[in-house]
């Protein structure tokens, strides 16, 4: 089965569950990058790319500067990012936000995300493998993009 195939099954059944954020564990930033942008274009998703997005807004004259931003305030932009969407969201970039939490608050961020519930399917695609698994989401909402 084709990585592409693969991601269609897995974006159906994230669909009929009724939380709706999963998580593609993939192996490295470089790959991250490359599928993210190649399957939200091949699939007509929507992809956000936290880093553009998200970060420029967090300076130091935000209300929220990125040092004082914590996981539920990611979830409430995951939220109000995805709540409406009419089509699936490919969120990639969240490492670097993650990089300024401590540990136990990054992981609360996954297990956060995972009770999220929106209309359409967030796929966070990342790196952070260990952290995923560590923080006790759903493995039957992960799905595994190693090269």
Do not use: C
């Not at 699939?43 to 420029?56: K, N, R, V």
């Not at 967090?58 to 990012?81: Q, R």
């Not at 608050?105 to 493998?129: C, D, G, K, M, N």
């Amino acid at each position: 089965m084709s990585t592409l195939q693969k991601v269609q099954t897995w974006l159906i059944a994230l669909r009929a569950e009724r939380k709706r954020v999963g998580v593609w564990l993939l192996s490295s930033r470089d790959l991250r990058a490359n599928l993210a942008s190649s399957l939200a274009a091949e699939l007509g998703l929507t992809h956000i790319d936290l880093i553009g997005e998200l970060l420029p807004k967090l300076n130091d004259a935000s209300p929220k500067p990125l040092g004082v931003f914590t996981a539920d305030d990611l979830i409430a932009w995951l939220h109000n990012e995805a709540y409406d969407s009419p089509s699936p969201i490919i969120v990639e970039g969240i490492e670097s936000l993650l990089a300024t939490f401590p540990k136990p608050r990054a992981q609360e961020f996954f297990r956060l995300a995972a009770e999220l519930s929106v209309r359409s399917p967030v796929v966070l695609a990342t790196y952070l493998v260990p952290l995923v698994q560590a923080s006790g989401f759903p493995l039957d909402r992960t799905l595994s993009l190693m090269e």
